[in-house]
């Protein structure tokens, strides 16, 4: 294609479509993961990172706390669940179109480095302001763990990585 296509053709242009579209066709489990997205996918499966501890959504173009993680940064600090992210280190990220990549890279980071943010908070007419350290955030694979009786028990798993074996090995002990 590249040598005889009557137009040209730059794969590398392409280069993603077409590593999708391959993927697609070998089963469902398969995907093609690009370069950028790479770091952020391995940190995931070490089962922690560092970086300020929220849960994230983009809603109508404006970063909002799904929930803190527990014993993290933010949730030391206070922040909560609905609380809307305006400024990232004085740099506005509000009605942007940002991408969660963007903010990842904006609140991940090297563990003791801080993060400056600024915060709407509903029924509060100011911003507040939160100087956030970052830290080791774990990602745990186990939910809940519970025994039904004596011989039956639940194990809740919501992932799979570096950490999962141990962390179902103790649970169910």
Same mark, same amino acid.
Do not use: W
């Given at each position: 294609?590249?040598?005889?296509?009557?137009?040209? @053709?730059?794969?590398e242009e392409h280069e993603?479509?077409?590593?999708?579209?391959?993927?697609?066709?070998?089963?469902?489990?398969?995907?093609?993961? !690009?370069?950028?997205?790479?770091?952020?996918?391995?940190?995931?499966? %070490?089962?922690s990172f560092s $970086?300020?501890?929220? %849960?994230?959504?983009?809603?109508?173009? +404006?970063?909002?706390?799904? *929930?803190?993680?527990?014993? $993290? !940064?933010?949730?030391?600090?206070? =922040?909560? +669940?609905?609380?809307? =992210?305006?400024?990232?280190?004085?740099?506005?990220? *509000?009605?942007?179109?940002?991408?969660?990549?963007?903010?990842?890279?904006?609140? &991940?980071?090297?563990? $003791?480095?801080?993060?400056?943010?600024?915060?709407? &908070?509903?029924?509060? !007419?100011?911003?507040?302001? @939160?100087? =956030?350290?970052?830290?080791?955030? !774990?990602?745990?694979?186990?939910? *809940?763990? =519970?025994?039904?009786?004596?011989?039956?028990?639940?194990?809740?798993?919501?992932? @799979?990585?570096?950490?999962?074996?141990?962390?179902? +090995? %103790?649970?169910?002990?």
């Amino acid at each position: 294609i590249e040598g005889n296509y009557v137009d040209g @053709f730059n794969v590398e242009e392409h280069e993603e479509e077409i590593l999708k579209s391959i993927m697609k066709e070998l089963d469902p489990h398969s995907i093609y993961i !690009p370069k950028k997205e790479q770091t952020y996918l391995e940190e995931d499966m %070490q089962g922690s990172f560092s $970086g300020i501890g929220i %849960q994230f959504n983009i809603i109508e173009d +404006s970063i909002v706390v799904i *929930a803190p993680i527990t014993g $993290g !940064p933010s949730d030391k600090l206070g =922040i909560l +669940s609905g609380d809307r =992210i305006i400024e990232v280190n004085a740099e506005n990220v *509000a009605n942007i179109n940002i991408e969660n990549e963007d903010v990842i890279k904006q609140l &991940r980071g090297v563990k $003791g480095t801080t993060v400056e943010v600024k915060i709407f &908070r509903r029924n509060n !007419p100011n911003l507040l302001d @939160f100087s =956030i350290k970052r830290d080791d955030i !774990p990602i745990y694979s186990v939910d *809940a763990s =519970i025994m039904i009786n004596d011989v039956i028990g639940y194990i809740k798993l919501n992932r @799979f990585s570096a950490t999962t074996f141990n962390e179902f +090995s %103790q649970a169910s002990s």
